[in-house]
T-cell receptor, first 115, second 113 residues
């Protein structure tokens, strides 16, 4: 069965600094990968997704992620964080067969922004 | 276009009581999913509807949980009787047929005392 690991429960970054959130997956076939963000009091919002093609994907709010098959990773990056980026971030994977299957999530990473 | 909506936003009930959560998907989305996040754990898949049919209910924890989607529009998730371990945030998501992108609602926070 597929699984997703987000090794960092909390990450603290200074405003304006760069950010990288780690995500490792375990899946036998080509994974469909997602990053979602949940701001306080809000639902999960899709940041970006990877299905195939270019391994560097651009998302909303200035985020990007790189799929690395050799490392089974899909890390999320942002060159300069803003205080509004403080939220919880979730990496997720879905079955690669194209069907509308359920998502498997990591435990999430809380991002704290220092002024 | 309205997003996925869930009602109520919060519910506090006592052990043994019944609670019904509602989800209204984005209009035209045939796929509807329920997820749950218990405190300190990851978000877990519960089940998946395609229109009014249950496509996959492998994540439903036990028979105290009953999900319905009559008419293929909104869905309800009933917990009867509720237990302490049912506390958590219940999310609903929807997607169009042929797409793997799911759109999530804000969740319902359920507290069982």
């Amino acid at each position: 069965a597929q699984s997703v690991t987000q090794p960092d429960i909390h990450i603290t970054v200074s405003e304006g600094a760069s950010l990288e959130l780690r995500c490792n997956y375990s899946y036998g076939a080509t994974p469909y990968l997602f990053w979602y963000v949940q701001s306080p009091g809000q639902g999960l919002q899709l940041l970006l997704k990877y299905f195939s093609g270019d391994t560097l994907v651009q998302g909303i709010k200035g985020f990007e992620a790189e799929f690395k098959r050799s490392q089974s990773s899909f890390n999320l990056r942002k060159p300069s964080v803003h205080w509004s980026d403080a939220a919880e971030y979730f990496c997720a994977v879905i079955g690669g067969g194209g069907g509308a299957d359920g998502l498997t999530f990591g435990k999430g990473t809380h991002l704290i922004i220092q002024p | 276009e309205a997003g996925v909506t869930q009602f109520p936003s919060h519910s506090v009930i006592e052990k043994g009581q019944t609670v019904t959560l509602r989800c209204d998907p984005i209009s035209g989305h045939d796929n509807l999913y329920w997820y749950r996040r218990v405190m300190g754990k990851e978000i877990k898949f519960l089940l998946h509807f395609v229109k009014e049919s249950k496509q996959d209910e492998s994540g439903m924890p036990n028979n105290r949980f009953l999900a319905e989607r009559t008419g293929g529009t909104y869905s309800t998730l009933k917990v009867q009787p509720a237990e302490l371990e049912d506390s958590g945030v219940y999310f609903c998501a929807s997607s169009v047929t042929g797409s793997d992108t799911q759109y999530f609602g804000p969740g319902t926070r359920l507290t069982v005392l």
